[in-house]
């Protein structure tokens, strides 16, 4: 589709602006997919006669027809088509809407009326030279084009594609002009439209309209070749030139159907916009939905939306909701933590809320000044070191410098390594009292049912160990010295190393759990045990035959049942260090093509862990009452469908927390972190172990 027709926009109340609508006539001519929605619009079969020298032609119909903002719909409906030139005897018939010059009249149009979803009318050819020599070119098919010139006084969008937001523009009120011949395009399944303004005399005059190109605009794409196609300026050939008279008319209507239609857009956009939003605010996008596809006036729709409100209020029920907003003071305090969080990691300015800027090149003591400021003390004749005591004891400063330190310590815990979590899951207790890992089993299996048989009463297996939460934690000096030094790196560090140390504390536990291998409540054998089925005898290094053993026994695995079969696979390869090296060249083996490095997918498909604690065990028998051994040989076989190891932190606290207060025997503030965790080994069927070579 020519992309100057892509643009032509007749939108709004255009006023004097006439639009040229081209249908095809031909009934012989192809028809693609894309001009289905027009087959109808062709010259009938056998409507002319030669004596009187008329015929009947579809003028124009309902079709939609895609435009650069939107679809555009003339309505055919008797309320809708102004026939009143017609009726005045003054719709013409011209060649190619030349109707600047009096031998481009080539006929009459008598009379018009709709029909189907057409406007369909009889044409009576003049009595001229040019008119005898289009009738031989319309009886011999070698002219079979028809374009209409109209006027739209109102539109309305009517529909909006919800996928792509292209708009449904349909001319709700429009007259007819004039009826033109034209030729045929060289794309023989074109229809055309075109457009162009009313002359200030009132006439009918239209020239074939080039659309306004858009140098933001997109070249068409391949899928539009079928749309619409714009008409030259009359038949090629021999066809004289239009003078220069002509081409400033056609160039002052174009201009005009440009100025007209800018303005259209905007008044119905703003038209549309103002309605939305107003019926938003208020709560009733329905209410204003239904005015923006009445086409009701924005003034209209004020008073419309007022007279709604009142009767709504008059009906509206009392509601106790009490709605609590963030006060000045929480604002503040907000500010100021973000402020101090982003200096003490080094941020840059960028980083910091509109609100926090205003504290801009403030120190520590500063801060700690405007903490006593907020209060109603001046600090202007104060020392340091009276402004860092006095604002440790009797301000918000205690309370931001905690907060700050909660959020230094959670950033670091949250990027702390920690490679335990993809095979173990997390639990919530509320409190610290021992609590059940219940693991239920499956169903007993259906029996079958004679005749007049009983149902017999099924027992389901669990399996069942214990977890408790401990506290663990530590206490650490925010000294009057640091706040009045500015050591920014104190206030970073120390909780940076309380959220490196509680990640550290959680891997201690889960990996010590494993390489403990403890005795199962449930049935008193150790987790890695030969009765168990998921322990290497004998041990092998690690290789794709040994990881291939290990696959097979943990499919072997039953339920608690001993007779359901769980059809396990492991998902993760748990190494040490030492084994990283020979666990990628068994997981991607660099020769493929030999068939001794070929691998299965099974066994490649394994996300490989590496943990140091695997080689070096776990050496904290004061801190964590775990003393146990690694190697660098073993390895071990987990799956993600059943528990492995369960990990439980408190409910509402999922990581460490810090508390602080002042201290009496250290000169400042105290802050405490703890972190309340515990690990246990819940199931042996999930797991896999060799002890390597």
Same mark, same amino acid.
């Given at each position: ?6 643009? !032509? ?181 074109? @229809?055309?439209? #075109?457009? #162009? ?7 009918? /005059? ?46 002052? /209507? ?19 916009? !103002? ?118 004891? #009797?301000?918000?400063?205690? @309370?931001?410098?905690? !907060? ?52 017999? /009463? ?69 987790? @890695? ?27 072997? /695995? ?118 309340? @965790? ?16």
């Amino acid at each position: 589709m020519d992309d100057e027709l892509e643009r !032509a926009m007749p939108v709004g109340v255009v006023g004097d602006t006439m639009l040229g609508r081209e249908q095809r006539l031909a009934p012989t001519q192809a028809v693609s997919d894309c001009i289905a929605l027009v087959e109808s619009v062709r010259l009938k079969p056998g409507s002319f006669d030669r004596t009187q020298r008329t015929f009947e032609a579809v003028f124009t119909t309902a079709a939609p027809v895609r435009r650069w903002f939107g679809n555009e719909i003339l309505e055919i409906t008797p309320d809708a088509i102004d026939l009143a030139r017609l009726e005045a005897g003054q719709v013409r018939f011209l060649d190619h809407h030349r109707s600047n010059d009096r031998r481009a009249v080539l006929g009459t149009v008598e009379r018009a009326w709709i029909e189907g979803d057409g406007l369909v009318g009889v044409i009576r050819l003049a009595e001229t030279p040019e008119a005898h020599e289009a009738a031989g070119q319309i009886e011999r098919g070698e002219l079979t084009g028809i374009s209409v010139g109209y006027r739209v006084d109102r539109w309305q969008i009517t529909a909006v594609d919800e996928t792509t937001g292209r708009e449904d523009w349909t001319a709700t009120r429009w007259a007819l002009l004039e009826v033109s011949l034209v030729s045929v395009q060289a794309d023989a399944n074109a @229809f055309v439209r #075109s457009a #162009s303004p009313q002359p200030a005399t009132g006439a009918a /005059q239209t020239a074939p309209s080039t659309p306004p190109r858009s140098s933001a605009a997109p070249a068409p794409s391949k899928e539009t070749s079928m749309d619409p196609e714009t008409i030259a300026d009359g038949p090629r050939g021999d066809t004289p030139t239009a003078d220069p008279t002509a081409e400033t008319i056609v160039r002052s /209507q174009e201009a005009a159907v440009r100025a007209a239609t800018e303005a259209a857009v905007r008044a119905e956009r703003e038209r549309v916009a !103002a309605i939305t939003a107003l019926s938003s605010r208020h709560a009733l996008p329905s209410f204003g939905a239904e005015h923006v596809a009445a086409g009701t006036a924005i003034d209209a729709f004020r008073t419309a939306l007022l007279d709604r409100l009142v009767d709504a209020e008059a009906t509206t029920a009392i509601r106790s909701t009490v709605r609590i907003g963030q006060d000045e003071t929480e604002t503040r305090r907000a500010a100021a933590i973000d402020y101090l969080f982003a200096r003490g990691l080094g941020s840059r300015e960028a980083t910091l809320s509109d609100a926090a800027r205003q504290f801009l090149g403030l120190t520590t003591l500063g801060m700690a000044a405007e903490c006593l400021e907020w209060r109603g003390e001046s600090t202007r004749r104060m020392k340091a070191d009276d402004i860092a005591r006095r604002a440790m004891t #009797s301000s918000d400063f205690p @309370f931001l410098l905690s !907060a700050v330190v909660n959020k230094e310590l959670r950033a670091a815990y949250d990027v702390a390594p920690q490679t335990f979590r993809p095979f173990t899951r997390q639990i919530t207790l509320p409190d610290f009292k021992l609590a059940h890992i219940l693991r239920k089993g499956l169903a007993p299996q259906l029996k079958r049912l004679g005749e007049h048989g009983e149902y017999r /009463q099924g027992v389901v297996a669990e399996s069942e160990e214990t977890i408790g939460l401990q506290t663990y934690g530590i206490i650490v000096a925010m000294t009057r010295q640091m706040i009045i030094n500015d050591d920014l790196g104190a206030f970073r560090s120390i909780p940076a190393e309380f959220g490196q140390s509680a990640a550290t504390l959680e891997s201690d536990l889960v990996w010590g759990k494993l390489l403990a291998n403890p005795v199962l409540k449930s049935d008193g054998t150790a987790l @890695f045990h030969a009765t168990h089925g998921n322990l290497a005898n004998p041990a092998a290094a690690l290789s794709a035959e040994a990881i291939n053993k290990g696959r097979s026994a943990m499919g072997l /695995q039953t339920d608690l049942d001993k007779k359901t079969v769980l059809n396990l696979t492991p998902r993760f390869l748990l190494i040490p260090p030492e084994l990283e090296f020979t666990a990628a060249q068994i997981l991607t083996p660099v020769n493929a093509q030999q068939s001794a490095n070929v691998v299965p997918e099974f066994i490649r498909s394994l996300t490989p862990i590496v943990e140091s604690r695997l080689s070096l065990g776990v050496k904290k028998p004061d801190d964590l009452g775990l003393n146990v051994n690694g190697s660098a040989t073993q390895w071990l076989l987990a799956s993600d469908r059943v528990d492995t190891v369960v990990y439980a932190t408190m409910t509402g606290q999922s990581g460490p927390y810090v508390e602080s207060e002042m201290g009496f025997d250290v000169d400042g503030m105290k802050i405490k972190c703890r972190h309340d @965790f515990a690990a246990e080994a819940a199931d042996f069927r999930g797991l896999y172990r060799n002890a390597g070579a």
